[in-house]
Every structure is written in structure tokens, then in C-alpha cells.
């Protein structure tokens, strides 16, 4: 635990805010604090992944048969997209601390076009899931599912807590997408600007942890929720 | 104990000596702890305080007293919980033979229901000495089912059976609360347990316009919905046999094995799909939505009768009461 | 020491800049401190305010005041209000937010603008919360048990719901600040083990708020999803299991209680050592008792739910994890009576509290023994004794404790002194007016009463009577500390510096301080507590 040095003048720039002592003691507050937020958020998302391990392990039917209904083409190019775009990040933390502005306006905006493209394509499934009458709610109807699965008995009522679970899931994910686009819309615009460089491209580094984090829940919740039963049917 | 005043509700039930024993033994520590440290503390402040003492001594710690006063609070405290669990473990495990009376919650009435039939409402009769055991649902919201004077009470949930049991010790008339918030007349759920000697009772059950046994009900609704066509009483049914099948372990298609307490009997007429038995079809309809609370309580009672010397002794030899659909909670 | 001429001269926090966009925008930590300050004591006269209705229709056991559905509107946003809008922020986003910098030799938190983004999120919150009540209110209790609030209530849940969800936000950024300051921002020589007993609450008080409000936030999130789309979740009509509610809930909620009790405990480590003018007793057992009820704190949520149908088993684990936390708060009530062991005891108004602290906590943690046992819960447990036994700990405690640190920093905060002996006079009325509401309700409990009814059996009058007369004494006794501090930030004595002599960095500056807090950074080389070195202070005179 590193306690400030005895303050000295330094030369720093106009990012260092005045209630710090040094430029260092800022990078690392923000980088705790950010690491911090994202504990958060995993004790956030854990309330939900806590409520679909119980009823997997309760209704694994109606889980499986209502996995096997998303359209793992779709899924899995969105989780290509989200780790193309992981990678985006990371190599624009670096073109940051390597002062390469342009390289980094650019990957900054190509991350921004991955995200938009996951949307798009989780747009496109849930609009797949309102045709099939899969949405939660009034005009709830897993018929097409019941018929199916002939040979296993599926419970509309646990089929329906499946799709609760999926769009509450994806669509709490969803938003964290929306942030994190607005977020780097940001930077991008102070990259820009020219604001980042060598010495200070702290708030590239703490977007880009928030990034890696919203990718991070979307690696789990893949396997969580397309890939429950994937096995040719006996 | 003291009339005017009093401090404790009757005790008339055999639990409700116990609990009171190791409450009284808790206000005695509590008060015994609580004074000690306002002693403790008065004696300080008196005797160090500024006008007499200018001058304090500097005093870092003393490991002796902090393992001292971690260790002794720590060993009361497992006597206390020890104490406590052994309670509970009995307030839990109903008794083998108990009379089963069930109890169907609903916003804002207790709807109870005699096995021979005797049907009440915010009322509870039961006679001194015998063991009773309460299967309880609701039909909306949770409630709770309190009774003060033999210090017990248990949630009373919507979707599934919970129970709690006593043997009254003391002819007399004691209230019953609604002890879950379940809206706007939940201070009104109240009632009576009214314990009566023996002979009174059975006067009182046989004195009313008794309907049929619950049983006896639940076996016209078997035959009026069309259970029987498929679980027959021989081995050539489209279902199981039920008879002798409740309390006994039932192996399932998935390979668990369950037992067949009420709550399994329950499930298996809303959601016959959740536990399949083994060598046998999913092909049961859903009862759900086509049975009431009441109707399902005299069908259990009914698979209960078709096993020998099986009513009153639900659920036997596993300590989980007939409340829990799985162990994760 | 300074006259009043030049203190009143002197640039400090309060006069460097006048108007309401100065304290609206502000990012100063003690400014922020003081806007929380108006806005929870807005909020705990509202929640004190529904009350003392309640109190008001129990004084007759029929049902007689109010109707049953306001009666039922009433306690829920009583619990509402004092939880979310008073309780939890209270001594962190104002002790704590004014005090944690200075404590530690900082200028501010580590991130002051998102100091003044959880203040806002608070008001919001607080206005949502306040638009409900005066729109109809709601009526599932402070603990939104479903099925009740998800498929029969129909009062506004889901703006509750989302009210406490931005309320709660506020909270975890209020904690993620503090952790990063309290790692990062310490003033040269200020290692761990000579941090302010104060900072190690907060410490703890904070993890709490980061890692248990989150999932407060997503149940609350399902709650309103459930409401909104007929979902089934924690409806068993649906498909869903209430008691899964249950679980969610009070696994933020249990630790919820700590980081309600955690910072009066910081404070009263504080005011027994100065008032002693003695180092604190078993300083390091202190410290890590925090830590331990931070952590314990998270393992026994489902002694809530001992006869809510969860197996005999693990209501046996709940059980026993519960008496294992009881353990580190009772260490810490021997270190602090030890502390005045051979002290130099004074009996100004901030002991004075901090005695009410430790009688009334050391009351309600023991009833706490008796609701972990679980052959005694079964009986008391959703009765009175369950309500007294929490307001015990939360008024008895927390708020006392609350009062305390407030009398205690009030010459730092403010530049003024209060009038002593009214002080003492509304700490005693406090203690009186407390225990005359709470403890009958310990006897009206096992009694057999349960909690939440708007009407009760006649047998049970003679109690409740004297409860509403006891809440009737604390009212006054709360009413007065607001009258005489607002007096005494025009006519009250001018403060020094350290008018306590008390330890700490926050002493070390000006009465108020400056905006910076310090004119020079300081270099810490003693040890926490070094009431040797430091000289006693004139005692403070009764007059005025």
C-alpha cells in the first residue's frame, strides 16, 4: 500500500487534479476505483446468475429446450465481435502510452463500431424472440417449444422464467453495452483532442477495464445461456 | 404468573415450558451482562472522573483480556445456540402418529379443515394431549400461522405445503395471529385455538354437519376428475398404483429418489412433468388451475388413507418437514 | 489561541464562497457534508413524523386513527424513509465525508465529483421517495416480501422500488470513494495501524456498502421486472419460489444493519478515548473487529428467515454463524469500557452520548442472542420483540451515536460551540424518552404481539400506552439539539481549534477549517490516541 511521497513541485500537467499529490497517486486511485466499481457489478450481475443457477438446477427441461431456441449462429458471432472489440481496446490502451493519436482515434471508433454491431445483432435476436412470442409477460406462448420436445414434458411457467432470466440477463448486459459505447464516445472525442498520451491515458486504461468487464459477463453468459444442451437429440 | 401484570403468554403446550425456560435464562444473562457493564461504568466515570483524577494512565491493551473476553462471551454463546437448536430440532420434528389437521391461508382467513371432515374458519379445535400437526398452504400471499400460547408459528407459503405441531397441555381459549404481513386486514387474521378436554371434542367433531371425511372427499374428486382411469388399483394402469405409495421412498425416471410426502402428492397433480416415476410415461395432465386449495388438501388426505396405518405419520422417518420442495434453502 | 476578530477574518470553508451555485456545485468534501447534513435530517423528521402516528394510532387497541391501508403505508415508509434516507447515509455522508480526508491528512476524498454525484443521486432518490408518499404511498413493508408486493400490492411499488435502487446507488459510491481515499490518500506516516479507529469503521462500513447494495439493486431491479412484465420469478403461480425473494433480499439487507451501526461505533472510539484522555484500550482488537463484522456480516442473512420454511439444517448454520458475529461487538463494548479504566473522565455531551451508545447497543446486541436462538425465535421472531430489539441497535445505537459525533465535530464543523448544558439535557431526555418507547415493546413481544398490526387485543394496551408517551419525550429530546446548533451558528461561543483537545489530524487545523483543510500537509510520526502528549482542555463551561 503506497502512501504518497512528501509533496515536491512537480511539473504535471492540467489533468492532475489539485487534491492529489502526484500524478501517480491519481492513476492509482482511479485504477483501484474502477476495479472497485467492477466488484460492484459482479456482486450486481451475481444476484441474477445466483436466480438462474437455482432454477437450472430446478427446471433444467425447460432451461435446455428454451437454450436450444436461441440462435447459436447469432451468438456465437456476437461473442467474436465482443472479443474483436475486447482487442480493439487493449491495443488503443497501448497506442495511448505510446502517444500514436491517430491509431488510437482509430481503434477507440473501431471499438465503438463492435459494440454498436453486438447490439445490433442482440437487437435482431430479440426481435427473433418477439416473433416467436418468447417475450415474458402477456403474449407469453412456448408452445412452439412444448411441441418441440414431445418426449419431455415442458412447463410453460418455468419455460417463461427461462426467458425472464434471458432478457433480464441480456438486457442488463445490454445497457452496460449503451454505457460503455457513451463512455468511449468520450474518449474518443478527448483523443481527438489530443488529451491522451504518455503521460497521462489513465481514463483510456479505466474505460477500457470497464469494457473488458462488460465483455467478461458476456463470455458467461454464452455457455449460461445458449449452449445449455447443445447434444444431438437421442 | 402475574395476572395484572403479566410478562409471558399461558403456557399451554408441552414446547412452551422449554421455550421459556432458556428465555428466562436469557434475561437473566442479558440482565446479569447489561448491569455488570453499567456498573462498570458508573464505577469509572465516578471514580476517575476530571475533579479527582487529573491525570491518566496511559494503558495500550492486554492480550490476556481480549482472548479472556473473546473466548468466555464465545463458549456462552455456543451453550445458548446449543440450547436453542435442541428446541428447534423438536419444535420441527412432528411425532409419528400425529393427528393431521390442514390450513389453507387466505387474505384475510385461516380456513381449517379436520380429517373427519369438520371444517372451520379463524377457529381451531383440538383436544388437550393429543399431538396435532398443521399442514398449511395459502391461497395467495404469505402468512403466518402464530399461536402465542404454545410459542410456535411458521410462514404458511402459496405453492406448497409447510407444517407445525404441538400437543396442547391446557384446556382453554388462545389467540391465533397472522404473524406475516400480508395487507390490509392482516392485524384481523386473528382467531382462537380453542383446546377442549377429549370428551368435549369428539362431542364438538361429532356435533356439527360434518361433510365426509376429508378422505373420503378427496376419494369422490379421484373418481370425478378421472385419476382413477389411469391410476388403478392393479398394476395394468397408464399411472402408478397409489396404493401403499405415500410416505414410502419413490424412485424417479431422472434415477432421484423422493419421498412421497404431501408436497410430493401436491406436485404431482399441479406439475406432474417435475418428478416422473420411474417406468412410466410424462403423460399425466396438469391439474393446476383445475383443482382449488381445498379440493387438493382432501386428494392428499385421500392418497394418505390408501396407505396402511400412514395418516398422521406424513413424511416419517426423514426430518425435513413436508415444507421443503428441495434442500437448498 | 484566536480571538474572534481574526477567526472571523480568516478564509475558511464556509466563507470562501457565497451563493447557492457555490454550495450546489461545490466539490468540496466538507460542503457536500453539510448538504447531506439538511437533507437526511429532512428525511429522519419525516420518517419520525410517520412514527409518530404510528405510535399515535397504538395508543387504542382498535384501529381508530387512521384506516388500516394508511396504517400499513405509514409503517412501510417509516422503514423506508429512516433505512435508506437516514440510516444508512447518515454518519458516513456526513462524519464521514466531512471528516475522512482531514482524518487521514488529505484535501479531499479521491474523487470529489463523484462525491457531489452521490449527494445528487440521494436527492433524487429522496424526491422519487417523496413523490410516492404524497402520490399514495406504499404498503408491503420495508422488506417487499413477494408475492405481496409483486402480484397483490397496489400501491407504488415500483416507484419505492427504483427510489431505494437510485438511493442505494449513492450508497456504493459514497463507499467506493472512501475505500480509495482511505488506501491512497494517507498523509506521509500514516500507516494502517495509526489510523483513527473512525477511518477503520468506515473501512469496514464501506466494503459493506460496495459489495452488498449491488445485490439489493438487482432484487429490487427483478421486483419492479416482475411487477412490470408479469414475470414469475418469485411468484410460485408462476413458476417462481417467494422465498428466493427472501434470500436475495436480506443478503444485502442483514449486512445493510452493519454498515448502519459500524460508523457510530467508529465514532464512539473516538469520543471515550478524548473523554478518558486515554489512548483507546485494545486499539488493534478494535480495528479488526470491524473488519471481522464486515465480513461475518454477509454470512448469516437467513436468521430473518427462520420460519420462513428453509430446512432445519440450515437454519442451524444461520444460527450458529449468527453468534459468531455477536463475538467482535462485544470485544469492542469491553475495549471501550476498559478504556475509561484509570482515565480522566469528563462528562460533556459527546460522553455523555457515547455512554447511552454503550448501554442501550450493549441492550439491544444482547436481544440479539435471544433471536439467534433459534428455539426462541420461533416464538419472538415478526413480533415486537423483533422492533425493539432493532431499535435498540439503530436508535438506542446508531442515532445516539450519530448525536454524539455530531456534538463532538460541531466546533470543527461550524467554528461554534452548542450550549453545553442543553446538550446534556437533550442527551438525557434522548435516553429517558428511549427506553420508556422501546422496552415495553421487549415484554409486548414475547407477549405475543405481532409486529405491523393496526389494531391489537385489549391485554396489550397498557404497554403500547406507554410507549407512545416514551416516543412523545424523544421526540422532544430530538427536536432540541436542532433548535440549539442552529442557534449556535449565530450566537454560540467561538471554537478553537481543539476546544476537546482530542487527537487527531481533523484537531491539528482551524475551527472551521480551510477549503484545503490543511495550510501545510502533515507528516504523522505518533501513534493514534496519543492523549499522553496532549495536554487536557479547559473543561467546557455549562453557561451558554
Redesign the interface.
Known amino acids: 500500500?503506497?502512501?504518497?511521497?512528501?509533496?515536491v513541485e512537480q511539473h504535471h500537467g492540467p489533468e492532475l487534479?489539485?487534491?492529489?499529490?502526484t500524478v501517480e497517486?491519481q492513476r492509482?486511485?482511479s485504477s483501484?476505483?474502477m476495479w472497485?466499481?467492477l466488484?460492484?457489478?459482479i456482486?450486481?450481475?451475481?444476484?441474477?446468475f445466483?436466480?438462474y443457477l437455482?432454477?437450472r438446477?430446478?427446471?433444467y427441461?425447460e432451461f435446455a429446450a428454451g437454450s436450444r431456441s436461441l440462435d447459436i449462429t447469432l451468438g456465437t458471432v456476437n461473442t467474436i465481435v465482443l472479443i474483436c472489440s475486447s482487442l480493439t481496446v487493449a491495443l488503443g490502451v497501448r497506442a495511448a502510452q505510446m502517444g500514436k493519436q491517430k491509431l488510437l482515434v482509430i481503434l477507440l471508433l473501431l471499438t465503438i463500431v463492435f459494440g454498436f454491431a453486438f447490439l445490433g445483432i442482440k437487437g435482431i435476436e430479440w426481435y427473433d424472440k418477439y416473433k416467436e412470442h418468447h417475450i415474458?409477460?402477456?403474449t407469453f406462448n412456448a408452445d412452439d417449444i412444448v411441441h418441440e420436445y414431445p418426449q419431455?414434458?415442458?412447463?410453460q411457467?418455468?419455460e417463461?422464467?427461462y426467458f425472464?432470466?434471458y432478457f433480464?440477463m441480456t438486457g442488463?448486459h445490454a445497457l452496460h453495452m449503451i454505457i460503455g459505447i457513451g463512455i468511449f464516445a468520450f474518449l474518443t472525442y478527448e483523443a481527438l483532442k489530443g488529451k491522451y498520451g504518455p503521460q497521462y491515458n489513465t481514463p483510456i486504461e479505466i474505460g477500457g477495464l470497464y469494457w473488458h468487464f462488460v465483455d467478461i459477463i458476456w463470455i458467461y453468459l454464452f455457455p449460461l445461456l445458449y449452449l445449455i444442451d447443445r447434444k444431438p437429440l437421442r | 404468573m402475574f395476572d395484572n401484570f403479566p410478562l409471558w403468554p399461558a403456557r399451554a403446550s408441552t414446547g412452551a415450558g422449554n421455550v421459556d425456560a432458556l428465555y428466562v435464562f436469557l434475561v437473566l444473562l442479558a440482565t446479569f451482562m447489561s448491569v455488570a457493564i453499567f456498573i462498570m461504568i458508573a464505577i469509572f466515570a465516578i471514580r476517575y472522573r476530571r475533579q479527582h483524577n487529573r491525570h491518566a494512565e496511559q494503558i495500550e491493551g492486554s492480550t490476556a483480556l481480549e482472548i479472556t473476553w473473546s473466548v468466555i462471551p464465545l463458549g456462552i454463546f455456543m451453550v445458548i445456540f446449543v440450547w436453542g437448536a435442541l428446541i428447534y430440532f423438536q419444535e420441527r420434528t412432528p411425532p409419528q402418529g400425529a393427528t393431521e389437521i390442514y390450513v389453507v391461508a387466505k387474505q384475510w382467513m385461516w380456513k381449517i379443515e379436520h380429517p373427519e371432515g369438520q371444517r372451520e374458519i379463524n377457529e381451531l379445535h383440538v383436544p388437550v394431549g393429543r399431538d396435532i400437526k398443521l399442514i398449511m398452504t395459502s391461497q395467495d400471499v404469505i402468512h403466518s400461522f402464530y399461536i402465542p400460547a404454545f410459542r410456535i408459528k411458521q410462514d404458511v407459503l402459496p405453492g406448497r405445503y409447510t407444517t407445525e405441531w404441538f400437543r396442547a397441555t391446557k384446556p382453554g381459549v388462545y389467540h391465533l395471529f397472522c404473524a406475516e404481513y400480508c395487507g390490509t386486514q392482516h392485524s384481523g387474521m386473528i382467531g382462537q385455538i380453542v383446546v377442549m378436554e377429549p370428551a368435549q371434542y369428539q362431542a364438538w367433531l361429532t356435533g356439527g354437519a360434518a361433510s365426509g371425511s376429508l378422505a373420503a372427499n378427496g376419494q369422490s374428486i379421484f373418481l370425478q376428475l378421472g385419476c382413477s382411469t389411469c391410476h388403478r388399483m392393479d398394476t395394468q394402469g397408464r399411472g402408478p398404483n397409489l396404493a401403499g405409495v405415500f410416505g414410502k421412498p419413490v424412485q424417479l425416471e431422472d434415477g432421484r429418489t423422493v419421498i412421497a410426502d404431501e408436497n410430493y402428492v401436491r406436485e404431482s397433480i399441479l406439475s406432474p412433468s417435475a418428478k416422473v416415476v420411474s417406468g412410466f410415461k410424462p403423460i399425466m395432465p396438469v391439474f393446476q388451475g383445475l383443482v382449488s386449495e381445498d379440493q387438493l388438501t382432501a386428494l392428499v388426505e385421500y392418497v394418505k388413507s390408501l396407505s396402511p396405518q400412514q395418516s398422521g405419520a406424513a413424511g416419517t422417518p426423514s426430518l425435513k418437514p413436508a415444507g421443503t420442495r428441495s434442500e437448498k434453502e | 489561541m484566536a480571538t474572534a476578530a481574526i477567526t472571523a477574518e480568516r478564509e475558511h470553508y464556509l466563507n470562501k464562497e457565497y451563493g447557492i451555485r457555490s454550495w450546489l456545485l461545490t466539490t468540496d468534501h466538507k460542503r457536500i457534508a453539510l448538504l447531506y447534513l439538511m437533507s437526511i435530517t429532512f428525511f429522519f423528521f419525516v420518517g419520525g413524523f410517520f412514527a409518530l402516528l404510528i405510535r399515535l394510532e397504538l395508543l387504542t387497541p382498535a384501529g381508530d386513527l387512521v384506516q388500516a391501508d394508511t396504517y400499513n403505508k405509514l409503517f412501510t415508509m417509516h422503514g423506508m424513509v429512516m433505512v435508506f434516507f437516514f440510516l444508512i447515509p447518515s454518519i458516513p455522508a456526513v462524519l464521514g465525508n466531512f471528516l475522512v480526508p482531514m482524518m487521514i491528512g488529505a484535501k479531499d476524498l479521491a474523487f470529489p465529483r463523484i462525491n457531489l454525484l452521490s449527494w445528487y443521486l440521494y436527492i433524487i432518490a429522496g424526491l422519487m421517495m417523496l413523490h410516492c408518499i404524497v402520490t399514495g404511498g406504499v404498503d408491503t413493508g420495508w422488506t417487499f416480501y413477494t408475492p405481496f408486493s409483486t402480484a397483490f400490492a397496489n400501491t407504488k411499488v415500483i416507484e419505492a422500488g427504483l427510489a431505494i435502487f437510485v438511493a442505494g446507488f449513492s450508497s456504493i459510491l459514497t463507499g467506493l470513494n472512501f475505500v480509495v481515499t482511505i488506501h491512497r490518500m494517507r498523509a506521509p506516516g500514516l500507516t494502517w495501524s495509526r489510523l483513527p479507529l473512525f477511518i477503520w469503521a468506515h473501512y469496514a462500513t464501506s466494503i459493506i456498502q460496495l459489495l452488498g447494495t449491488p445485490v439489493l439493486a438487482i432484487t429490487l431491479v427483478l421486483v419492479v421486472f416482475e411487477r412490470l412484465f408479469g414475470l414469475g420469478i418469485f411468484d410460485p403461480t408462476r413458476g417462481g419460489d417467494p422465498l428466493l425473494f427472501q434470500h436475495l433480499f436480506w443478503f444485502y439487507s442483514h449486512p445493510a444493519v452493519y454498515i448502519m451501526i459500524l460508523p457510530s461505533m467508529g465514532v464512539v472510539a473516538e469520543i471515550v478515548p478524548c473523554f478518558s484522555r486515554k489512548r483507546i484500550f485494545g486499539y488493534k482488537a478494535i480495528a479488526l473487529s470491524s473488519i471481522a463484522i464486515a465480513v461475518f456480516g454477509f454470512l448469516v442473512w437467513a436468521h430473518h428467515m427462520f420460519v420462513a420454511g428453509i430446512s432445519l439444517y440450515s437454519a442451524m448454520i444461520f444460527s450458529i454463524l449468527s453468534y459468531l458475529v455477536a463475538v467482535p461487538s462485544a470485544i469492542k463494548v469491553f475495549n471501550w469500557t476498559a478504556t475509561m479504566y484509570k482515565g480522566s473522565i469528563s462528562f460533556s455531551t459527546p460522553m455523555l452520548y457515547a455512554f447511552g451508545f454503550i448501554g442501550l447497543f450493549t441492550m439491544g446486541g444482547l436481544t440479539g442472542l435471544f433471536l439467534a436462538a433459534l428455539g426462541i425465535d420461533v416464538h419472538v421472531t415478526d413480533t415486537y420483540f423483533v422492533v425493539a430489539h432493532f431499535h435498540y441497535i439503530m436508535v438506542g445505537g446508531a442515532v445516539m451515536g450519530y448525536l454524539g459525533g455530531m456534538h463532538f465535530w460541531w466546533p470543527k464543523i461550524s467554528g461554534r460551540m452548542y450550549p453545553e448544558a442543553w446538550g446534556r439535557l437533550a442527551a438525557l431526555i434522548v435516553f429517558l424518552g428511549f427506553n420508556l418507547t422501546f422496552f415495553p415493546q421487549f415484554v409486548l413481544g414475547y407477549m405475543g404481539m405481532p409486529r405491523r398490526y393496526w389494531q391489537y387485543p385489549a391485554e396489550f394496551q397498557v404497554l403500547n400506552v406507554m410507549s407512545t408517551a416514551g416516543s412523545t419525550i424523544l421526540a422532544v429530546g430530538y427536536i432540541l439539539p436542532m433548535v440549539y446548533f442552529l442557534w449556535s451558528m449565530r450566537y454560540g461561543k467561538i471554537a478553537d481549534d481543539n476546544p476537546w483537545g482530542a487527537a487527531g489530524l481533523e484537531w491539528k487545523t482551524a475551527s472551521p477549517p480551510p477549503t484545503f483543510n490543511f495550510e501545510e500537509m502533515p507528516e504523522v510520526t505518533w501513534e493514534a490516541y496519543n492523549y499522553d502528549e496532549i495536554p487536557a482542555p479547559v473543561e467546557v463551561s455549562l453557561e451558554r
Not at chain 1, 1 to 7: G, I, L
Not at chain 1, 17 to 21: L, V
Not at chain 1, 152 to 155: E, F, G, K, L, Q
Open positions: 500500500m503506497s502512501d504518497s511521497p512528501v509533496v487534479r489539485h487534491h492529489f499529490a497517486q492509482d486511485a483501484l476505483g472497485l466499481f466488484a460492484t457489478e456482486m450486481f450481475f451475481g444476484g441474477m445466483c436466480a437455482i432454477y438446477l430446478n427446471y427441461n415474458p409477460g402477456a419431455i414434458h415442458i412447463d411457467s418455468h417463461q422464467i425472464s432470466l433480464a442488463l
